[in-house]
Structures are given as C-alpha cells and as structure tokens.
C-alpha cells in the first residue's frame, strides 16, 4: 500500500501518494520554486502522443480533455513522461483513477497527488486553484464552478504555467485539444492483456485530421502508431 503525503499549498491542504525516502518537503519546495521560474517550454508527452499536438507536447496556459472509453488509459499515457522528468501532477475528484494502473503506463507515482475537493462549488475552484498555482499539470473531472471562476482558473493556468486536464465533460471550460479515443480491440488470456485504442485530436488548436492507435498491454510500456 502506497502512503500518502499531505502537502500545503496556499493554505489549501492537499494529499497525495508518497514514497517512502524518495522526496522531502524541501525538495519539493524547489520544485515549486522551480516550476515558477520555468521557462515554461511545452511538458513532453511519448513519441506516440505527440505527432497529435501542435508543438509536439502539452502547452503550458492551455486546457486539454480526455473522452472516450478509453480516457483514462489515454490520460495515464499523457502525463507519463513529464511525470517521468520531474514534473508534478495532481488530480482533483478523480475517483476513478486507479494508481496500479497509472503505474503500469508508466506514471511516476511519487509525483502524483491525488486530491479530494469535496462538492462544494466554492471548495473546488479554491483547491484547483492553489494546485494550478504551484504545480505543472492538474487533472480535474465534472468541474464544479461558475463561467466566471472558470475564467480565473484559465487565467492563472497562463500566469504560472501550468496545464489543465479535463476527463470527460469539460463542463463550462473550453479546451484546446480534445483527445477522443474509442477501443476497437480486446485481447484475452486468462484477464484482459491487451487493448487497440483510436485516439483522435479535436479543437481548435488543431489543423487537418490527427489521429494514432494505441496499444496498452498489461505491462509498464505502450506501443502506438500515428496516423494523419
């Protein structure tokens, strides 16, 4: 069982899992410290996901979705590799996201807070907003705020550079890529160990038709191929 790290940001406590030994509090003051003194370049995606996005990777300021049946294999496969070079996501009201799983994609688990914001209106803008404050990506699913907050939220994704994803509905936020993905194959053996996944790249910050097909099987590597 993996422990879990409570963390303060803003005055908004966050918790999330830990690894024994493997970052202190002080390291991850300077990552934060760090991170607001980027040059904030696009965080890197794997070699598969990025012929799918304008600049090769994930835009810090902008606003990404996942939908599809196979969101959260896609969005596992998304922020793997920035996880993997130091980067920190936090994921908000994300009930379904199954850490084993995250891992065997290749998620960086000691890098990942898993946040509950509770269903308060009010709660959830202040939470997503202190995580967008002070780390690279957040992920967020069924937002909970007002056309206006969203608005500040987008805002201060700009000013720290940070990147916001959205798993299923975007709700009142307008995201720059849309990732679809549609499963078009199973394999069997005595449980599932392999699984055909289309993605297609939607938005308005995508010119003419993107699109790859994934293939996640049941160990920490995933192979795809890319289409135009």
């Given at each position: 069982?993996?422990?879990?790290?409570?963390?303060?940001?803003?005055?908004?406590?966050?918790?999330?899992?830990?690894?024994?030994?493997?970052?202190?509090?002080?390291?991850?003051?300077?990552?934060?410290?760090?991170?607001?003194?980027?040059?904030?370049?696009?965080?890197?995606?794997?070699?598969?996901?990025?012929?799918?996005?304008?600049?090769?990777?994930?835009?810090?300021?902008?606003?990404?979705?996942?939908?599809?049946?196979?969101?959260?294999?896609?969005?596992?496969?998304?922020?793997?590799?920035?996880?993997?070079?130091?980067?920190?996501?936090?994921?908000?009201?994300?009930?379904?996201?199954?850490?084993?799983s995250a891992r065997e994609h290749g998620?960086?688990?000691?890098?990942?807070?898993?946040?509950?914001?509770?269903?308060?209106?009010?709660?959830?803008?202040?939470?997503?907003?202190?995580?967008?404050?002070?780390?690279?990506?957040?992920?967020?699913?069924?937002?909970?705020?007002?056309?206006?907050?969203?608005?500040r939220i987008e805002a201060r994704l700009?000013?720290?550079?940070?990147?916001?994803?959205?798993?299923?509905?975007?709700?009142?936020?307008?995201?720059?890529?849309?990732?679809?993905?549609?499963?078009?194959?199973?394999?069997?053996?005595?449980?599932?160990?392999?699984?055909?996944?289309?993605?297609?790249?939607?938005?308005?910050r995508v010119h003419g038709r993107r699109?790859?097909?994934?293939?996640?099987?049941?160990?920490?590597?995933?192979?795809?191929?890319?289409?135009?």
């Open positions: 069982m993996t422990p879990q790290h409570t963390l303060e940001i803003h005055g908004i406590a966050l918790t999330g899992v830990h690894q024994h030994a493997v970052h202190t509090g002080a390291e991850l003051a300077e990552r934060l410290a760090q991170h607001r003194g980027s040059e904030y370049g696009p965080l890197p995606v794997g070699p598969e996901l990025s012929a799918l996005f304008p600049t090769g990777g994930l835009e810090r300021g902008h606003i990404y979705g996942c939908r599809g049946d196979a969101s959260l294999s896609v969005l596992y496969a998304l922020i793997a590799r920035a996880t993997q070079v130091g980067s920190w996501v936090a994921t908000v009201n994300l009930f379904s996201l199954g850490l084993m998620v960086a688990l000691q890098r990942l807070l898993c946040v509950d914001a509770g269903t308060q209106t009010t709660t959830w803008t202040q939470v997503v907003g202190a995580c967008v404050d002070g780390l690279d990506v957040v992920v967020v699913h069924a937002p909970q705020c007002s056309l206006h907050d969203a608005r700009k000013a720290h550079g940070s990147v916001l994803i959205i798993v299923g509905d975007p709700g009142v936020f307008s995201p720059a890529v849309v990732l679809l993905s549609h499963t078009t194959q199973w394999e069997f053996s005595t449980h599932a160990s392999r699984r055909e996944v289309d993605v297609v790249a939607t938005g308005r699109h790859c097909t994934l293939s996640f099987p049941s160990h920490n590597h995933y192979m795809g191929h890319v289409g135009t």
